[in-house]
């Protein structure tokens, strides 16, 4: 059974830090492209950042960039999103998102909401 478990999600001040992490299980996580996306109450799902697997090439949106970065342990099958600087405007629902081909999985979200 193929899962994506978000966690690390939370409260935090403006300027604070947050660290995500999401842990796969059920498919080969090695070989699949892992993504964050966002999504703010009323708004829509929105890419945050990618890294690929096979040389470990990193990106991430304009929005976040040289606040957030995207690492990966293959030994773990786990994926974080390391987010500092935050501002209310990051607010939202954070998911993990496994691509590979035709093939993407999903996690469930974790909320972080930056507040004073």
């Known amino acids: 059974q193929v899962q994506l478990v978000e966690s690390g999600g939370g409260l935090v001040r403006p300027g604070g830090s947050l660290r995500l992490s999401c842990a796969a299980s059920g498919f080969t996580f090695s070989g699949y492209v892992m993504k964050w996306y966002r999504q703010a109450p009323g708004k829509e799902r929105e890419w945050v950042a990618v890294i690929i697997s096979a040389n470990g090439s990193t990106y991430v949106a304009d929005s976040v960039k040289d606040r957030f970065t995207i690492s990966r342990d293959n030994a773990k099958n786990t994926v974080y999103l390391q987010m500092n600087s935050l501002k209310s405007e990051d607010t939202a629902v954070y998911y993990c998102?496994?691509?590979?081909?035709?093939?993407?999985?999903w996690g469930q979200g974790t909320q972080v909401t930056v507040s004073s």
């Open positions: 998102n496994a691509q590979r081909a035709g093939t993407q999985y």
